[in-house]
Structures are given as structure tokens and as C-alpha cells.
């Protein structure tokens, strides 16, 4: 029974050492990160706190920066901070520029430091390791275009709406809502697409009726972003019609042959009613010539 209680006490006391030390000591208290992406710069504030009971010097803050740990990122400036005391009980920031290559993809990344100092109590110099987190977004960037099929005034055709993804991050959740001007949609005006990934496209297409040589295609997109974020875009774009005119000239249509026919089917007629008429005019002269 004694062996078990001194066995709990010497525990507990190895429990309490380890819990002062871990309080007692110069640690990174807070990290602040603009947000990242790909290709640019952001800024990173370090907040570290003095709890190690003395004032400490010569304390320094560096970002293990290389290619092995953290491939893909750098600092533009220096690498390593320093400040030339922490009084006890105190803060201090330590400002980075971090850069993220244009080849980093959108994610989570841990970036490992260093914090040196020297006690100026026991005059002992304390290095400590350890890392923060960053995460890297994707801007969102989208295109638009749109494509018609048999596109003339006064015929039903088709207008397809491509939404085109050139970004490093995925959008999810979209959805199209038209609201056409000069030409009437005979379809659902809102369609739900989905996911769109990076660097990909998908297609809306409406059944319509042409009503305008110069219509417009104006739509609002609702998506997700990178960051799960509600985003709203509203598009309006020109929509390429032709009149019937114009359609017959680009040799979209072919004129109609109905009058033509028609024109020789009432010649014909007419040939026949003076054929017939010729006919019975020369029968009649025939039969006056023969009663003389």
C-alpha cells in the first residue's frame, strides 16, 4: 500500500514539474495569417509570450524556411527576427511576408520555427522548435461564353451558357437563374449545375424563342467558393441572332420554293383552260366548214 502511494506521489509530481515547465516558458501565443494563394504574399504576425518567470535577451524568431520542409514557400525579406528583451509577463510580435509559389495547391501546410533566447537569470541559452499552420486558398476566376443553335428571329433554337473554371480551386454548388432579354425561354430558368472543378467547364442550355435581333443573356450565379464562402456573380452577355434576312445570306435557311411552285402549278392551269379553249374554237370551225 505505501509502494502505491509513493508511486502516486512521485507521479504527481512529475505531473506538476512537467505542467510548470510547459506554463513556465517563452511560447507562441497567437499567429495571425492574411489570407494565401498561389503566386502572392501574405503577412505573418507571431505574438510570443514571456511566462518563464525572468526577463529574457537576445531572443530570436526564425522561419525554417527551405525546400525540404516547406517546399514551395519563402519569405520575402528576412527569414529571422529578433528582439533585444521580453520582460517577464510581456509580448512580442515578430512580422514575416510569406510567399506561396505559384505552384502550391490550395490546402493546409504547417510551417516549422525556431524561438531562441537567453535566461537571464541562470544566463542559459534555450532553443525550442515547433510550427504553426497556414492555409492556402484559391482565388476564384471565371469566364464565360455563349453559344447558340439555329439562332434567327422568330424560330425556336437553343442558347448554351458555358461556365468556364480557370482558377487553382473548385466551386460547388452552382447554380444559373437567366433573365433573358429578347427572346423568350421555353425551359427552366434556373438550372443547378453542381461542382465545377479547377481548370474545367460545364454548360447550361435553355430552350428559347428568338424574339429580338440584339438580345442579351443576363443571369445571376450563385457557387460556393474554395473557403465554402456564398458568392453571387451577375453576367450579362450579347447574344448573336440573325434576322431572316441575314440568315439567308450567311445560307443559314434556304428560300422558300412554295411561290415558285405554286406561280408554275397556276401556269400550267392557265395553259391548259387556252389549250382547251383553242381546242374547242378549232372544233367548232371544223363543224361550221363540214355543214357548208
Do not use: C, H
Not at 17 to 33: D, G, M, R
Not at 94 to 111: E, Q, R
Not at 128 to 139: E, I, L, W
Not at 249 to 276: E, N, Q, T
Request: overall charge negative; cysteine-free.
Amino acid at each position: 500500500m505505501k509502494q502505491k502511494i509513493f508511486s502516486i506521489t512521485v507521479l504527481s509530481i512529475f505531473i506538476l514539474v512537467l505542467t510548470l515547465n510547459i506554463i513556465s516558458s517563452v511560447n507562441v501565443q497567437s499567429v495571425s495569417v492574411d489570407k494565401l494563394y498561389p503566386g502572392k504574399a501574405g503577412k505573418v504576425i507571431i505574438d510570443v509570450e514571456n511566462n518563464i518567470g525572468d526577463d529574457v535577451e537576445d531572443v530570436s524568431f526564425t522561419l525554417n524556411i527551405n525546400q525540404q520542409a516547406t517546399p514551395g514557400f519563402s519569405t520575402q525579406g528576412t527569414s529571422e527576427k529578433s528582439q533585444d528583451s521580453i520582460n517577464d509577463g510581456d509580448q512580442e510580435s515578430f512580422s514575416f511576408a510569406l510567399k506561396v509559389g505559384n505552384d502550391v495547391k490550395p490546402g493546409d501546410y504547417n510551417i516549422p520555427y525556431t524561438i531562441k533566447y537567453k535566461n537571464t537569470d541562470t544566463e542559459e541559452i534555450v532553443t525550442k522548435t515547433g510550427s504553426f499552420g497556414v492555409s492556402v486558398g484559391a482565388q476564384t476566376e471565371l469566364d464565360f461564353s455563349v453559344e447558340t443553335k439555329d439562332a434567327i428571329v422568330g424560330k425556336q433554337g437553343k442558347v448554351t451558357l458555358e461556365i468556364i473554371n480557370s482558377g487553382l480551386g473548385e466551386i460547388k454548388s452552382v447554380s444559373v437563374d437567366i433573365n433573358p432579354e429578347g427572346f423568350e425561354v421555353l425551359s427552366k430558368e434556373k438550372v443547378f449545375v453542381g461542382t465545377v472543378n479547377a481548370e474545367d467547364s460545364d454548360i447550361v442550355t435553355w430552350d428559347v424563342l428568338f424574339e429580338d435581333d440584339n438580345p442579351t443573356l443576363n443571369a445571376v450565379i450563385t457557387y460556393k467558393d474554395f473557403d465554402n464562402s456564398d458568392q453571387t456573380k451577375s453576367i450579362s452577355l450579347p447574344v448573336k441572332v440573325y434576322t431572316q434576312e441575314e440568315a439567308l445570306k450567311a445560307g443559314l435557311i434556304k428560300k422558300s420554293k412554295v411561290g415558285i411552285y405554286f406561280g408554275i402549278f397556276i401556269a400550267l392551269i392557265l395553259i391548259w383552260i387556252i389549250y382547251r379553249q383553242l381546242k374547242k374554237r378549232n372544233r367548232k370551225k371544223r363543224n361550221s366548214e363540214n355543214g357548208r
